[in-house]
Protein backbone atom coordinates (compact mmCIF):
# COMPACT_ATOMS: atom_id res chain seq x y z
CA UNK A 1 0.00 0.00 0.00
CA UNK A 2 2.81 2.41 0.92
CA UNK A 3 3.93 2.53 -2.78
CA UNK A 4 0.64 3.46 -4.14
CA UNK A 5 0.28 6.30 -1.91
CA UNK A 6 3.76 7.63 -3.01
CA UNK A 7 2.76 6.91 -6.68
CA UNK A 8 -0.24 9.16 -6.02
CA UNK A 9 1.25 11.97 -4.31
CA UNK A 10 3.89 11.49 -7.29
CA UNK A 11 1.07 11.81 -9.85
CA UNK A 12 -0.14 14.36 -7.84
CA UNK A 13 2.98 16.88 -7.83
CA UNK A 14 3.14 16.37 -11.61
CA UNK A 15 -0.22 17.61 -12.20
CA UNK A 16 0.28 20.40 -9.69
CA UNK A 17 3.83 21.21 -11.30
CA UNK A 18 2.02 20.77 -15.07
CA UNK A 19 -0.86 22.75 -13.98
CA UNK A 20 1.77 25.56 -12.67
CA UNK A 21 3.31 26.38 -15.22
CA UNK A 22 0.00 26.56 -17.27
CA UNK A 23 -1.27 29.23 -15.00
CA UNK A 24 2.17 31.03 -15.41
CA UNK A 25 1.62 30.86 -19.13
CA UNK A 26 -1.63 31.87 -18.96
CA UNK A 27 -0.82 35.23 -16.97
CA UNK A 28 2.00 36.33 -18.92
CA UNK A 29 -0.15 35.65 -22.25
CA UNK A 30 -2.81 37.52 -20.52
CA UNK A 31 -0.33 40.73 -20.01
CA UNK A 32 0.90 40.47 -23.12
CA UNK A 33 -3.19 40.78 -24.84
CA UNK A 34 -3.56 43.46 -22.02
CA UNK A 35 -0.25 45.55 -23.41
CA UNK A 36 -1.59 44.75 -27.56
CA UNK A 37 -5.42 45.92 -26.09
CA UNK A 38 -3.51 49.10 -24.68
CA UNK A 39 -1.58 49.32 -27.97
CA UNK A 40 -4.56 49.31 -30.03
CA UNK A 41 -6.81 51.67 -27.90
CA UNK A 42 -3.88 54.08 -28.51
CA UNK A 43 -3.97 53.55 -32.02
CA UNK A 44 -7.51 53.80 -32.71
CA UNK A 45 -7.68 56.93 -30.47
CA UNK A 46 -4.86 58.58 -33.10
CA UNK A 47 -6.59 57.64 -36.08
CA UNK A 48 -10.23 58.76 -34.58
CA UNK A 49 -8.61 62.15 -34.19
CA UNK A 50 -7.05 61.99 -37.26
CA UNK A 51 -9.99 60.98 -39.21
CA UNK A 52 -12.03 64.10 -37.54
CA UNK A 53 -9.31 66.23 -38.35
CA UNK A 54 -9.39 65.17 -42.44
CA UNK A 55 -13.22 65.52 -42.11
CA UNK A 56 -13.02 68.78 -40.77
CA UNK A 57 -10.51 69.52 -43.80
CA UNK A 58 -13.06 68.12 -46.65
CA UNK A 59 -15.58 70.21 -44.97
CA UNK A 60 -13.18 73.44 -45.08
CA UNK A 61 -12.68 72.51 -48.91
CA UNK A 62 -16.04 71.77 -49.81
CA UNK A 63 -17.13 75.40 -48.15
CA UNK A 64 -14.49 76.82 -50.29
CA UNK A 65 -14.99 75.52 -53.42
CA UNK A 66 -18.36 76.23 -52.82
CA UNK A 67 -17.86 80.13 -52.60
CA UNK A 68 -15.04 80.18 -55.12
CA UNK A 69 -15.16 79.08 -59.06
CA UNK A 70 -11.74 80.25 -59.86
CA UNK A 71 -8.17 79.41 -58.45
CA UNK A 72 -7.75 83.06 -57.35
CA UNK A 73 -11.27 83.38 -55.80
CA UNK A 74 -10.42 79.84 -54.22
CA UNK A 75 -7.52 81.02 -52.32
CA UNK A 76 -9.27 84.66 -51.21
CA UNK A 77 -12.43 82.11 -50.31
CA UNK A 78 -10.05 80.29 -47.65
CA UNK A 79 -8.07 83.32 -46.30
CA UNK A 80 -11.95 84.47 -45.79
CA UNK A 81 -12.78 81.39 -44.00
CA UNK A 82 -9.90 81.29 -42.04
CA UNK A 83 -10.33 84.66 -40.68
CA UNK A 84 -14.21 84.01 -40.01
CA UNK A 85 -12.92 80.45 -37.97
CA UNK A 86 -10.40 83.06 -36.16
CA UNK A 87 -12.97 85.33 -35.10
CA UNK A 88 -15.30 82.68 -33.79
CA UNK A 89 -12.84 80.71 -32.01
CA UNK A 90 -12.01 84.15 -30.62
CA UNK A 91 -15.50 85.14 -29.35
CA UNK A 92 -15.62 81.38 -27.83
CA UNK A 93 -12.62 82.52 -25.69
CA UNK A 94 -14.39 85.52 -24.75
CA UNK A 95 -17.86 83.96 -23.90
CA UNK A 96 -15.78 81.18 -21.97
CA UNK A 97 -13.97 84.05 -19.63
CA UNK A 98 -17.17 85.59 -19.19
CA UNK A 99 -18.51 82.50 -18.14
CA UNK A 100 -15.75 81.98 -15.46
CA UNK A 101 -16.01 85.68 -14.17
CA UNK A 102 -19.37 85.24 -13.66
Do not use: N, W, Y
Not at 67 to 79: C, E, G, I, N, Y
Not at 88 to 98: G, P, Q, T
Request: hydrophobic residues 40%; proline residues 2%.
Amino acid sequence: MPRKLTGIIAELREKITGLVAQRDRAVQESERLREEVDTLRRQLSDTSRQLELARQEVDFLTVSHRLADSPDKLVAARRRVQRLIAKIDRCVSLLREDADIS
